[in-house]
Structure formats: structure tokens, C-alpha cells
């Protein structure tokens, strides 16, 4: 059985927001027989938990946690090819532990030449929370190449083997997000070609960065390297040096509406989803509606809290801690730029990271 640390760390020393409280109890777990046992014994005992990947996507209050931290610690990357095998024949299926530091699995699949995943290069977090966000960023997200999810399933206590096909992929949805905190993601197996170019670059300024025409494929190490220096360029990679990186990323998520619902000028994309919706951009809306880059809400809160708090420097959509914030602060910011876009395009904007104990 896995260990309990005393004393119990805070919540802002294990997420990137650096907020938050401590736990009741914390439990790291660093084999798959560790964690389903320390989440079946806190559910047999009536116990709230926390799971907790790379802390990138938590807000938590600043009292913390009236429960258990489950802190995923699972390793382990093994594929169904040898390295020896001729790059391009066939796939590869690849199993990762759900602990599994989310860039290194990138980072591994580029050197190994398993194509699918390098335009996801930077993202951080674990890779048991990619299927439950489905994780996307410049032109691809997990749902193109997971093939199965294994899970503990909490109601039914038993593991489960999930297609991908029955996970419910949508934009960063799927269906654990739906039903949250019923499937403890054990590892995610993954169906990825074979090559040196990476798949075809759908993200037009990915494509400007490589010099190259959407829909045409880069060297896969060549696509890691700008991806990384496209997040780099917005904050978007952990840095503890720099503020702007302190955040959970992107914090709302694009909006997807009516198309007679996107302001004039405001870029927008169809949806394959039936409904004949589209998205647009969430940073785009934030800005036009008057929040810039570095905003702050101004003498909202007593003592110049409000500065302690501020959107990135660097990008629109990350609110971010420029040291000392609390919880309350972050909140702040963030309700103000949601009003404040719903007052000026009549669109509500939707937080991506999960909050414990607080609400936006």
C-alpha cells in the first residue's frame, strides 16, 4: 500500500496556478495496484478524492481539500514495434501508464519516429488526463490517434477496457469528462504511424512556422521544435522564471455556437459534428472586448491584490499568477473577462481547468 507524506503538501506546491490549500490526506501511488487501492479505499471509506496528474488543469480553494490527493505516479512506455523494425511499415500501438509525464511521451514518439502526437509537443500534465480533455493544440488532438482507454471504473469497481470509438470524443470533451469521477484512467494506448514526417500540418501558423502549405507533413523533430517555440513565444511552457507561465493554459476554451453568432470579423470554423455549428476563437473575443495582454482589474480588490493577478503578458487566454495571488484573485480576473465578453458579443465563455472547492 502506498504511503501518506506528512505533512500534507499544499495544492500550490503540485499545480502549476501555484494555489491552493492542503489536503486532508495525500497518497502517492507509483504502481497501477497502488492506485486503484488507495481510490477504492477512500471510496469504501467515504472519502472525497482528487486525483492528481501534472497538476496543470486544478484551481483549488485556498482551505484546500476536505479529502484524499491521489498523486498518479505510474510509469512505464511499451510498444507492440522494435526500434529495428523499417520506419514505415505499418504502426505502432503504443501503451502509456497514465503517470507518465505528458511531454516526455511526445518527446519520446518523435525520437522513436511514431507519428501522431508531435504537434502536441509542450503540453503540460500527465497522460492520463489527455483522453479526458481529449488534449489538442495546433492542429491535433488525442482523440485522432488514441485506440483504447483502461480504466477503473469507480461505480462498477472493476477495470474496463474503452474504444476509443465509445469514449465520446469532442472538443475537449470526452466521456470521462462527462461522467467526472467515475473512470480512474490506469493507461491509454495509442495507434500512431511509422515515418520521419509528421502527419499533415492542419494549423495554418504552424504551417507559416515551417514553411510549409497546410496539409503538407515536416520533419517530425522540425514540427517538436516549432510547436515548442510557438508555446514558448505565449507562455504556454513551464518556466518558473516567468509569471506567464504560472497559469493552467489556456483557461476557457473556444466557444462553440451558431455561425450567426460570430461577431463580424471574428475568424471561425466549421464543426464536423452534424449540428452545423463552428467555433471561434475565445482569444479573439477577449481582446476585441477591451482585456489585452497583461490586463488587471483595476482597484477591484482591497490592498492591490488585483495586480497579483493578471492575464499573460503574453497571450489573452492564460490568467496567471504573477506571485503571491490567491485563489480569489485568479477568480476575480477571470469572472471579469467572461462578463465582460457575454456584456459585448452576448457570448459566455467556458473555463477549461477543473476548480476544487470554488467556482468561478
Not at 497502488?34 to 481510490?39: G, I, R, T
Not at 471504473?153 to 475537449?172: G, K, L, M, Q, S
Request: overall charge negative; hydrophobic content about 40%; charged content about 20%.
Amino acid at each position: 500500500m502506498p504511503e501518506s507524506s506528512t505533512p500534507v503538501p499544499r495544492l500550490a506546491d503540485h499545480t502549476t496556478l501555484r494555489l491552493g490549500g492542503p489536503a486532508r490526506s495525500w497518497v502517492t501511488a507509483t504502481s497501477e495496484a497502488e492506485l486503484v487501492a488507495a481510490v477504492s479505499a477512500a471510496d469504501a471509506a467515504g472519502e472525497p478524492v482528487l486525483v492528481r496528474g501534472g497538476g496543470s488543469n486544478l484551481g483549488v480553494a485556498a482551505e484546500g481539500f476536505a479529502g484524499t490527493v491521489v498523486a498518479v505516479a505510474t510509469t512505464g512506455i511499451t510498444a507492440d514495434v522494435d526500434d529495428e523494425d523499417e520506419p514505415g511499415c505499418g504502426g505502432a500501438l503504443v501503451r502509456v501508464a497514465a503517470g507518465e509525464a505528458w511531454d516526455d511521451v511526445v518527446a519520446t514518439a518523435v525520437r522513436r519516429g511514431w507519428v501522431g502526437l508531435e504537434a502536441l509537443s509542450g503540453i503540460p500534465g500527465s497522460t492520463g488526463a489527455t483522453p479526458i480533455q481529449n488534449v489538442g493544440a495546433y492542429g491535433q488532438e488525442v482523440a485522432q490517434t488514441i485506440a483504447r482507454v483502461r480504466v477503473w471504473d469507480r461505480h462498477e469497481r472493476e477495470v474496463r477496457t474503452i474504444a476509443a470509438a465509445d469514449c465520446a470524443f469532442a472538443y475537449r470533451h470526452s466521456r470521462f469528462k462527462a461522467e467526472p469521477g467515475r473512470h480512474l484512467v490506469l493507461d491509454v494506448t495509442f495507434q500512431l504511424r511509422r515515418g520521419t514526417l509528421s502527419a499533415p500540418v492542419g494549423y495554418a501558423e504552424l504551417a507559416r512556422t515551417l514553411g510549409v502549405a497546410v496539409g503538407e507533413r515536416a520533419p517530425l523533430a522540425e514540427v517538436r521544435s516549432a510547436v515548442l517555440g510557438l508555446r514558448a513565444g505565449k507562455g504556454m511552457v513551464l518556466d518558473p522564471a516567468d509569471h506567464d507561465t504560472w497559469s493552467a493554459g489556456s483557461f476557457f476554451t473556444n466557444p462553440i455556437i451558431s455561425p450567426d453568432l460570430v461577431p463580424q470579423d471574428a475568424p471561425s470554423w466549421p464543426q464536423e459534428d452534424g449540428r452545423g455549428l463552428v467555433k471561434t476563437s475565445a482569444a479573439w473575443l477577449i481582446e476585441r472586448a477591451g482585456y489585452g495582454k497583461g490586463y488587471v482589474v483595476p482597484g477591484e480588490v482591497a490592498g492591490g491584490a488585483a495586480a497579483r493577478a493578471s492575464l499573460s503578458t503574453k497571450h489573452t487566454l492564460a490568467v496567471t499568477n504573477r506571485g503571491g495571488a490567491t485563489t480569489e484573485d485568479l477568480l476575480s480576473l477571470a469572472r471579469a473577462v467572461r462578463d465582460g465578453v457575454e456584456a459585448a458579443y452576448g457570448i459566455r465563455l467556458v473555463e477549461e481547468p477543473v476548480l476544487v472547492g470554488c467556482e468561478l
